[in-house]
């Protein structure tokens, strides 16, 4: 159940992972015992296949998203750096 007001950042990104498929949501407008019973209680289905829907790698696509802005080689920035293990530079 996101909230409404008094900005509505939260209800602009929960519709919009609602029509990913990603969630469902109740708003806070239709919030009742029965509306919040019925809504616990309905079939689920299988998960959503959020990883294939949502990239998840964003701290890895960084460094070539920053080459490509700065016009370097994208095969300069694929080498872990010697100080920093695990950081792409």
Known sequence: MPRVSPK???????????DLGLIDMLLPDQLSP????EWLARDLG?????????????L???PNLLAEL????????EQPHPALPGILV
């Open 46 to 58: 299988s998960p959503p296949e959020s990883r294939s829907r949502i990239d998840f790698d964003g």
């Open 60 to 62: 890895k696509r960084i």
């Open 8 to 18: 509505p950042e939260q209800l602009i990104r929960a519709e919009r992972m609602r």
């Open 70 to 77: 700065l016009g370097a080689s994208t095969s300069l920035v």
């Open 34 to 37: 029965r509306a919040l019973t």
